[in-house]
């Protein structure tokens, strides 16, 4: 016997009925995009690996620890599983020339991959939805951004998302932040761990980020980049705060959010929770004005935010939002496979008419008996079983059995065939 093949670690099949939550999620994504005017950009899973040492940063945990990296073996090509799509979607806007006419407002869905600890929540393979908009310099749109995520978590009905926000000013201001920052952690190198010093000089503002409640009277007292912060800046930030305080979005302003890649500037933020555990942003994202010069292209400002789709789901299931499993409207009984050349164009015929219809179809072993069909039909969750008898079909028609609630008091009743607008019409009542 051969041996038995597994999906890769922390790389999961999505079976049903889990795949009609993903499904009902997409569909209120895509919503969503269409009420704000953005639209869909599909790009590579694999991108050259410089996409992301340039993009993200060459000392950054993805490009350091977690990308999927390869040497194409035909050409020689450095190639990447896409550890976060931004990088992408600036690629593709700078290759075609997307802005030549105007900013853009974009969406994408799909696969990311990073090589890290597989646990609930984050995979290795995970899945994100993005919003990015591209060529857009002033603080209204990271507000439209911040909003259309507030109108998400209420659509889905979520409860106990917050906000975090901060600003990272421009470089030159985070280049004065560094020094001052650098000669401070120097100053106290005996309180760092290894990590710290590590990037002490080629990151330290990813230190601020870390998760060793060790250094954390240490990160907290550490200078402040909101302090130097040019006029600009922190009025692009203000404005931010104005318009969220104007659509009535509750944030907290933490000065030690810097988000995890390199290409952010001015607004970051995110969103999260404490019912998922360590894997608490559930959505995150910022300004990136440098990421278009960045990987060799003109510059553009933009801004945009990613979600995790699995770990919004699993939110949805811890606040018993999930959708239930979608059942059809109708469960065909056919006791004679015989039957089948009358029976499978009435049924098309109900769908083309707008009703989901299961037809119950032969085994290895043939029909079945009535009572498994029907034990089959009721377990579908179907409201009416249509039994294609011998009996009726000699006579022209079908009968009609409600399966569930109030439904079922009326009996069984015989329909006519000929007149396929009838039956459907009987069947949705």
Known sequence: MAEKLTAVKGMNDIAPPQSAHWEWLEDRLRSLMAGYGYRNLRTPIVEPTALF???????????????????????????????????????AAHEHTLLYDGPKRLYYMGPMFRHERPQRGRYRQFHQFGAEALGFAGPDVDAELIVMACDLWAALGLEGIALEINSLGQPVERLAHRQALIAYLEAHADQLDEEARRRLHSNPLRILDTKNPAMQDLVNAAPRLMDHLGAESLAHFDRLKSLLDAHGVAYRVNPRLVRGMDYYNLSVFEFVTTQLGSQGTVCAGGRYDGLFEQIGGKAAPAVGWALGIERILELLKEQGRLPEAPVPDVYAVVPDAAAMDRVMPVLRGLRQRGLKVQMHAAGAEGMGSMKSQFKKADGSGARTALIFGEQELAQGQVAVKPLRGERTEGGQQLVALGDLDALAGALRT
């Open 53 to 91: 040492v340039r993009g993200l940063g060459e000392v950054t945990d993805i490009v350091e620890k977690e990308m999927y990296s390869f040497e194409d073996k035909l050409n020689g090509e450095h190639l990447t599983l896409r550890p976060e799509n931004t990088a992408g979607v600036v690629r």
